[in-house]
Each structure stands twice: as C-alpha cells, then as structure tokens.
C-alpha cells in the first residue's frame, strides 16, 4: 500500500508542478494546478429549467448561437460537459467558441466534435485525462483549467441543419476576486486540409506570443488505400533547433501502424484500419507531462505521407496556453466543407430524410438549405426529390408522382454509371438491418429512400382521390401507422409476427412487416384491395430484408383465374438492390370491380414447396406490401 500511495503521490506531484514552464524562463501556474491553493468559490452555468420544470436543457435551431454562458470577473472554469438529443455528424455541425477577457476574437473556435477528442463529425468513447466522452461519445467533458481575469464567454453555433431541441450542458468553474498574474489564457485551434495536397507540412497551428504547447486531436479520411502514417511531425519553437519526429503514429505513441486504444495522454478512439479509401481514423496526444514551452513563436505541422507525397483529408484541433492577443484563427470552413466523404453523404442522406417527415415550412427551408452542402449528383437529387414530396404530401396528385418520378430516374442514371461490381456492393455505408457487414453504395441508398417517398404519395392519392387513369392502390400488412391492416383488405396464418426490421428502414414500405419462418409449416398471407372499377392493373410486391430469408411464391387470382409466381427473399450482398425493398412486379391482370378474394387478390406463400438453399438454416418469409397500378381498361 505505501508503495501505490508513493506512486501516487509522485504522479500528483508531477501533475502539478511538472506541467510548467522551467521557472527560469518564466513561472504560471502548472497546466491542472489552477485553482487549488485560491481562495474563491465554485459555481456552475447550467440548462437548468429557470421555471423550476424538467425541461432542463435550451433549443438552438439552425443557424442560431446560443450563449451558454457569461461571466463577469475573475475565475478559473474547471470542467465542462455537453450532450444533445440530435442525431448525425453534430461534432461537425456545431462550433464551439470562447472569449477571454473581453476580447472581440475567439481563443477557442472548433467543431464541438473535435475540441471534445473526436473528428470527422463521428461519436466515440474518449478515455484520456483533460478530455472524456461516454455513451457511445455523446456525452461529452472537459477538464482543461481555462483561467480569466475580467470576464469569459462561451457560445454554440448551430450550423447544421437539424434543430437541437435538447442541449444540456453544464460549465463548473472557480469564482475570485483575482486570479495569479500570469498572461496566459487558453486557446484550441481547428483547421484542414480536404485533400492536404500542399508540398509544404500539414499545419496544425501556429502563433506568436508566450505560452506552451499542450497537444492535439488529429482526423484522417483516406483518400486512396494504403497505409497513410509515415509523416514526421515538426515542432518549431523560438530559434531554438526544431523537435523532429519519426512518423505519424510515432508522434501519437503507437508503433507499426495505428489502432484503436486509448490511455490518458495518447489514443485513437476511431481507427477503421487503411486498406481501403475513405477509411478514418482519429486520434489525440496530449503533453501534459510534457508540454513544449515558447517565448516568441511556435510552430507545430507533420508531414501528409512521406515527404508529403499523399492527399488524405486531413482536420486537426490543437490545444495550448498562450498571451493575448494570439495571431488571428484563419476563418472557420463552411458546414459543407467540414463534411467531406463518408460523413458527408451520410450526414446529407440521413438529415434529408429526418427532415421530410414533417411537411412543415421550416423543415422545407432546412431541406433547402441542405442543398447548399450536397456535393454529390445522387445527394442533390435526393433533396430535391424529398422537397417536391414534402410539399406534395397535404395534396398529393399525379403530377407531384411525375416530379418524383423524375428525381428517381435521375438518381438511377447515376448508379447505372457506376461499375457493376461498385453499384450494390461499394463498402461505404452501412445498411439499416441488423446484418453489419452487407452494405450498399450510398447512390443506392438514396433510391431506396427516394423510392419509398415516392409509394407513399401512391398511396396519399389512392386514399385521397380515389382511382382515376394512372392512380394505384398499396395493401400493407402493417399500415402507415404501424398498426395491423384488417380484414379484408388483409388476412394471414397464425404463425406470422412483427419483423425485427426497423420502423425507418429504407427497405419498408410503411412502418413495418411480417414474417414468419416458412420452413416449419404452411403459411400465408392475403391481400384483397376493394377495385373502384374493373380494368387492367399490374401487380408488384415489395419485401423487407431479412438474414437467412429463403424462396417463397405468390398466387395472384384475377378474372381469368390464378397465377403462381416464385420469388427468392434470400439474403445475400449479390442480390442487394434486385430483391429486397424494391417493388418486383409479378404481371399485370384483369380484375373486376370490388371485393371478391377469388377473383382480385394476392395470396403469399411461405412455404412454396421448392428446394431451399441452406436448408439446414431455418429461414425467414416476409410479408409487406402489395401494390395494384391501374393500366386501363
């Protein structure tokens, strides 16, 4: 026991006073010793509900800055901790600022994603000693001493385009009547480079004045595959002969690559690994017990590749204590200029659809606004695609199908131009299903979304209008409310339950589907639409993803009998965009008008008698939608 006391008490003692300048150069206060020999008191600035409620958090819409906090005097914040309820790449989205001292320029400008350890807009658990993050990330906390003498100020921008209707946060701090003389204030720093192409180092900051330098949180987006980490960094303070390193992991204190791990001083919370583009890593390396001190300058870059022969996307925060005024921040990259690659098509596709389900005008300008960030052709058409449905959605006609058909056939001109092997199967996003490792190119995925808008307002107009040339009628086994469709419209066996598939699964038509496993009995389900009038209709089927889904068939009865047609539901990436949450048509018949089951139906058979592959896997049946699309008479 006194040998973990000694340790204790050594690494304490090197915490405290270990962390300064020599007290030759010059003497402040050591990095985390602020505050514990002064007299004052703590205080916190909170969200806390001023009505004595328990809506204990504020709102920022997009495009608002919400002051969290402003403090007159002297005091030391000790810690801070943030969470929203929002959903996405916020780290990238929101921007954190704050003002020391009455000064006009920020000393602390970031994405809020990276001042808390984490980059490129992505939410991971941080375990270091100034920076932690739970809950898979989103529960964010700080514990830099962030001293001031007359005043601080802390601001949030919201530059995204989803309302955060649940910010909390809380801001601790040491209230005094004065503060130790010393000039030095806390500063974070964000910049990047998309692509770091420059011949010249990546730069992660610089400035002139007295201070030291306390380390950084650094991202990579690889822009092609191979390994990306054989830059040296480079630290230039005063005159004195630059800190030279040996690699990018080097300087991060891995060795032989990066992985993810994570200790108090050094760690990569992110690391998808580089054997492929668009792979992304983030990590931190913080000189707590070694900061590097300055007396007129400092410089710190690291070379992008080996002699800054790659162009990865590269974003960096860097943390250190200097005088005021510092060299003016290098203005802050647009919200789209921060997203870039992975992050930004899923940020795009994922925030376009959120929005949609509200054809309020304020979701219609953040929709709007979206489009000003969408870099890509499939992004654009989306967006446009769920504009023109939002506002179709209070009156819904064939000519708001038209426009959305439109944009669907857009967006299927740009996945028909991708390689074949690239168009279903490209490992960029990963599908909303419980199987991780089946993925689809992001084109692919914005279809699928575009595709269900657009079966939505099928439906809106054949609920709304009734049947007129063109109109169709959409028989869910769950409806648009989740709720079971009742008889006659639709019928099933016993043995058919909910899917495990989620409520807002692109694969869906509405807000779920039934399966049932139909290899252990014969199972069915009907759809039986009431036709407004007799004619030729065609007849479609959609279906749900499911792993270990097997073949099934459906039975169409119509006025010159009945049809059988098979249907395979298997579940494997070669069949991705072809089977599953796409309408398959299974021939166009006559029907009469009415209700009549003999005459006008669909039956589903889960059990269609034919040889199952796997067999030896008890599989799945999915029973969703049918869709009957009036052709004529």
């Not at 204590?321 to 990259?333: H, I, K, R, T």
């Not at 909303?432 to 089946?438: F, G, N, Q």
């Not at 065609?538 to 047609?565: M, P, Q």
Request: with cysteine; hydrophobic share 35%; proline share 6%.
């Amino acid at each position: 026991m006194a040998a973990v006391l000694k340790r204790f008490f050594l690494l304490g003692t090197l915490l405290l006073y270990g962390c300064g300048h020599f007290r030759a150069i010059h003497a402040p206060q050591p990095v985390f010793a602020w505050g514990w020999n002064l007299k004052g008191h703590a205080a916190r600035i909170s969200s806390w509900d001023k009505s004595d409620g328990n809506v204990d958090s504020i709102r920022i819409a997009p495009g608002e800055t919400a002051t969290l906090a402003e403090i007159q005097g002297a005091g030391i914040i000790r810690h801070i901790w943030m969470t929203t309820n929002a959903q996405g790449p916020i780290g990238r989205t929101l921007i954190i600022r704050m003002y020391w001292d009455g000064q006009a320029a920020p000393s602390v400008e970031a994405p809020l994603g990276d001042f808390f350890g984490v980059g490129l807009g992505m939410e991971a658990d941080v375990y270091s000693f100034p920076i932690t993050a739970i809950s898979r990330g989103r529960a964010r906390n700080c514990w830099w001493q962030m001293p001031f003498a007359k005043g601080a100020k802390i601001t949030v921008t919201n530059e995204g385009p989803q309302i955060h209707g649940a910010f909390y946060y809380h801001i601790d701090y040491l209230a005094l009547d004065e503060i130790p003389p010393s000039p030095e204030r806390f500063h974070a720093q964000y910049r990047q480079a998309y692509p770091a192409d420059s011949p010249e180092n990546y730069l992660i900051f610089e400035t002139k004045g007295t201070g030291r330098y306390l380390g950084c949180v650094l991202s990579v987006e690889s822009t092609k595959p191979q390994w990306w980490g054989e830059g040296d960094e480079l630290i230039e303070a005063d005159d004195f002969e630059p800190i030279r390193g040996t690699g990018t992991e080097d300087y991060f204190c891995d060795a032989w690559g990066m992985r993810a791990q994570q200790t108090l001083f050094h760690g990569s919370p992110v690391c998808e690994g580089y054997d492929a583009a668009g792979l992304r890593t983030s990590m931190y390396r913080f000189h707590i017990l070694d900061p590097i001190p300055f007396r007129k300058r400092l410089k710190v870059s690291i070379e992008h590749g080996t002699n800054n022969d790659r162009a990865d996307n590269l974003s960096s925060v860097a943390f250190w204590y200097q005088s005021l005024p510092s060299l003016a921040f290098p203005p802050m990259p647009s919200v789209g200029e921060r997203l870039s690659g992975k992050e930004q098509a899923e940020h795009i596709r994922e925030s376009a659809w959120q929005l949609s389900s509200d054809a309020a005008d304020e979701k219609l300008v953040e929709l709007e606004r979206l489009i000003s960030v969408a870099k890509t052709p499939d992004n654009i058409a989306l967006i446009k695609g769920l504009i023109d449905y939002n506002r179709a959605k209070d009156a819904p006609d064939n000519d708001s199908l038209k426009r959305l058909d439109a944009h669907i056939e857009e967006l299927q001109k740009v996945i028909d131009e991708l390689p074949e092997q690239e168009r279903y199967s490209e490992p960029t996003t990963d599908l909303p299903t419980d199987d991780d490792s089946l993925v689809l190119n992001p084109a692919a995925l914005s279809l699928r979304i575009l595709e269900r808008a657009r079966h939505d307002l099928g439906r809106r107009i054949a609920l709304r209008r009734g049947f007129s040339g063109g109109d169709e009628i959409i028989i869910e086994s769950r409806d648009a409310e989740g709720k079971l469709t009742p008889k006659p419209a639709y019928e099933e066996t016993s043995d058919f339950t909910d899917s495990y598939a989620k409520a807002d699964d692109t694969h869906l038509m509405g807000k779920g589907s039934r399966f049932t496993y139909g290899n252990k009995s014969p199972s069915w389900t009907r759809f039986t639409p009431d036709f407004p009038k007799r004619g030729r209709y065609e007849v479609l089927t959609i279906f749900s993803y499911g792993a270990n889904a097997g073949d099934t068939r459906y039975v169409v009865f119509h006025a010159d009998g009945a049809t059988t047609k098979p249907m395979a539901q298997k579940g494997r990436p070669e069949t991705l965009g072809r089977n599953h949450g796409q309408w398959h048509s299974l021939g166009t018949y006559r029907f009469e008008n009415g209700r009549n089951p003999e005459r006008g139906s669909v039956m589903f058979m889960a059990n269609p008698g034919l040889a199952i592959p796997n067999s030896k896997f008890e599989y799945r049946a999915y029973s969703d939608a049918i869709r009957f699309v009036y052709q004529g008479d």
